[in-house]
């Protein structure tokens, strides 16, 4: 069973912006949270965010789930990035208050923002990227990875093998940049980790494999959270 608390967190600018955080009901000895970030069109109903959350719950990790300015009114694209930025420093206090370790990410843009804070900021133990963005679909050459290299903390990337945002070969690319970096591909999904029918697998079924994936990652000799 678990337990969800609805709040804000203040920003060093604009408006104030809603928040999720998933509990287990019972108690636990992991001294971790998860903050996370979904992608550009997506929010606090996010649904990878929340299975992940869910799932998160059942080994005693608690996640705070946020959404971005943008998402609040009728914006509709999302925020300047010194905005979104300060919005995941915002969230990594509020998490901070509650758990001494944090494993940041999100989503495609949730998960790019917290990789360019993980690379200057300090506080942050481990760092999941789920459908990088590494690039714009069909725009090879404009691959966001500039920052890459700073990234100090233990990285898993997950992604499917037919994200139009990056293939397998590039992303292994891009993660030879990042010293502690793995790189987990889910055969047949997309972007949205979406698979084809003919697959014989469903979305749920991605979502349960990228969920694992990390929990192993997690219980890996490298940083064993659980």
């Known amino acids: 069973m678990t337990k969800e608390a609805s709040l804000k967190l203040t920003l060093s600018e604009g408006p104030s912006v809603s928040a999720r955080w998933t509990e287990s009901h019972a108690g636990t000895d992991v001294q971790w949270a998860c903050v996370y970030a979904p992608g550009a069109g997506s929010n606090l109903d996010d649904p990878f965010g929340r299975f992940l959350a869910q799932e998160l719950a059942r080994v005693g990790i608690a996640t705070l789930h946020f959404q971005f300015p943008y998402m609040e009114g009728k914006r509709r694209g999302p925020d300047r990035p010194p905005v979104l ?133 997690l219980n890996s000799g490298s940083i064993s959270a659980i």
Request: with cysteine; proline share 6%; glycine share 8%.
């Open 85 to 217: 930025e300060s919005t995941w420093r915002a969230a990594i206090a509020e998490a901070s208050q509650h758990q001494p370790h944090l494993l940041i990410g999100g989503r495609s843009m949730g998960g790019r923002i917290a990789s360019q804070v993980a690379a200057r900021e300090q506080g942050i133990d481990a760092l999941a990227l789920f459908a990088y963005p590494l690039h714009p679909p069909g725009r090879s050459e404009a691959t966001r990875v500039a920052h890459l290299p700073s990234i100090a903390v233990p990285t898993l990337f997950c992604s499917g093998t037919r994200d139009a945002f990056g293939t397998p070969a590039e992303l292994a690319a891009a993660i030879s940049l990042v010293p502690t970096a793995q790189l987990h591909l889910m055969d047949g999904a997309d972007h949205g980790f979406a698979v084809l029918k003919s697959s014989g697998r469903t979305r749920t079924e991605v979502y349960a494999e990228a969920v694992q994936a990390t929990l192993d990652w």
